[in-house]
């Protein structure tokens, strides 16, 4: 894999991109400071790029009542699950940033459980990790679990659509051996 390479696999970008996506590299540089690399490795195929970016401005950026931090923190939390090194350095980076809060972003790469989260926060955590590890052993009493934290049921499939789409990404992510951009790692240090 080459240095500037989004991954391992040999799948150019179209070239010349779309002039829409373009505008949505623009956006992101102008915005981000950078492009993705996630958005960059899809962008060898602009209608699977579509399909990703929509699904993920829906689920992180979209209406729900999880805060952007919570949706970060379920990201991190499914990643470290997974150990995706791609979606822990972004996303760690995201919760570094949100929280404005170092540490926090430190341990929920590391292990979510010594943060000092509040009740609501432990339990989201404690579900969307039983769905990425145990799944198949989930049952009402989690989801009542939740309730009981304060999540509606509308809460509660925000909360399992987020962690179902990270697990996706996580590996997507690394079976194609995605590379971080190099700029997250210092972002809200």
Not at 31 to 54: C, E, Q
């Amino acid at each position: 894999m080459t240095k500037d390479a989004p991954t391992a696999l040999d799948l150019p970008a179209v070239d010349p991109l779309p002039e829409s996506t373009q505008k949505y590299f623009d956006i992101c540089q102008d915005k981000l400071g950078l492009v993705p690399n996630v958005l960059r490795a899809y962008a060898f195929d602009i209608d699977k790029l579509n399909a990703f970016t929509a699904l993920y401005n829906d689920l992180m950026l979209g209406e729900s009542n999880l805060t952007k931090l919570e949706r970060e923190m379920i990201a991190v939390a499914v990643s470290a699950c997974n150990r995706c090194y791609y979606c822990l350095v972004a996303h760690g980076a995201a919760v570094r940033e949100l929280s404005g809060d170092p540490i926090l972003g430190e341990q929920m790469v590391m292990n979510w459980r010594v943060a000092d989260l509040d009740a609501r926060q432990t339990a989201m955590l404690a579900f969307a990790t039983k769905l990425t590890e145990r799944c198949p052993e989930v049952v009402e009493e989690d989801r009542q679990a939740l309730r009981d934290a304060g999540f509606s049921d509308r809460d509660i499939w925000d909360i399992a659509s987020v962690a179902g789409f990270f697990n996706m990404t996580n590996r997507v992510a690394t079976a194609s051996e995605m590379r971080p951009n190099d700029d997250y790692h210092g972002q809200a240090r």
